[in-house]
């Protein structure tokens, strides 16, 4: 995306990931802050019960590495007509705020239209831009988790309350790359037929897209699908679930059509004798028999330690994945052949930075990309790009409306 400039109005997780997801592919990315407080997300201080560090804070560096930040306070009629100046060189314009700020501040569709006709113009929302709800804002952990049914599925009945949602931005991020996504078919569709459309990915329809097999399932009968507690499996194939090793460690077998599979897998897990063993030898009989099959199987991973079986079975022809923390996944030899961990700059000038690269990658190259930029960092340097003087410059600070 090389020569593609993004103005993006946005805040927290959501939208400014997709902001970043179109940087770490080339684009120019400007990102405007309030001239005082910059990204409200700047000042969170906690994540999922830990404390942040501001110099190396993951929910600022996550959504904008790569980006450019100028400090513009849109309220004010000054402020305003540079935030036109940008979006004039701009091919898409991208924000998350609530309709009724987008109107007041002057930066809704009709306003940024005016100054540019061509633009692409894409919003975030928490439930969507049409409807009795426009109006309402909300979080990952409202429109992603909550309202949409995912944390119910996700939370076993026997519990008997609603799982908290355990990664924070889970949603956000899934969303932002929705976003990138469309805008992607959106500068496509102007390159063919000189058309800038607008867009709009909402939180909740991001939910309903991940889960949707299981929403059309509901649809169809009625019925909801839920996680099972640990030891609980309703599975008709002994290959299909969480078996527990020797010490607490967990092996998840997933081999979802057995045939094929059936001698090479029991050969691996230490039980060759049942590859002959008429209840177990092929996929009906192993289906008829999967209570029994799941008990020989879990005595089986049992009897040896976690690192035994992740070595062992690296071998086995059948799908199978070691049940990992976000953690664990950092020293995981795959993600790192696969350059899934990009280290940046560290604001502080400490150590470098370590961040997630996004789920597309070209070539097989690993990506370049830059840290989160300070808030108003790039100010002068982008205002001075348009034209703007210093003396302009001067004097829109001296004003409030720039930092």
Sequence with gaps: MEGVRVLEVAQFTFVPAAGAILA???ADVIKIEHPVRGDTQRGFINMGGF???????PLIEHPNRGKRSVGIDVST????????EIAKTADVFLTNYMPQARQKNKFDIEHIRAVNPKIIYARGSAYGDKGPERLVGGFDGTAFWTRSGVGHAL????????LPQGIPAFGDSIGGMNIAGGISAALFHRE?????VELDVSLLSTAWWA????????METGETMRSLMPGTTTSVNPFMANYQTSDGGTINLCIVSPTGYIRDTFEHLG??????DPRFNDVMPLIQNAEA?????????????????????KTMKGQWAPFQSLVDLASDEQAIANDMIVEVEASDGGKPFKVVRGPVQFNHEPLETTRAPQASEHTEIVLMELGLDWDRIEELKDKGAIA
């Design 24 to 26: 770490d592919w080339g």
């Design 293 to 313: 099959g799941v008990e020989l199987i879990a005595a089986a991973i049992a009897a040896k330690p976690f690192d035994y079986w992740r070595q062992h079975l």
């Design 211 to 218: 889960a949707g097999a299981s929403v059309t399932q509901g």
């Design 271 to 276: 039980l060759r004798e049942l590859a002959d």
């Design 51 to 57: 404390q942040l560090d501001p110099n190396r804070h």
């Design 77 to 84: 009629p000054e402020g305003q007509e540079v935030l036109y």
């Design 192 to 196: 063919r037929t000189g058309e800038a």
């Design 155 to 162: 939370t076993p009945e026997e519990l008997g309350g609603a």
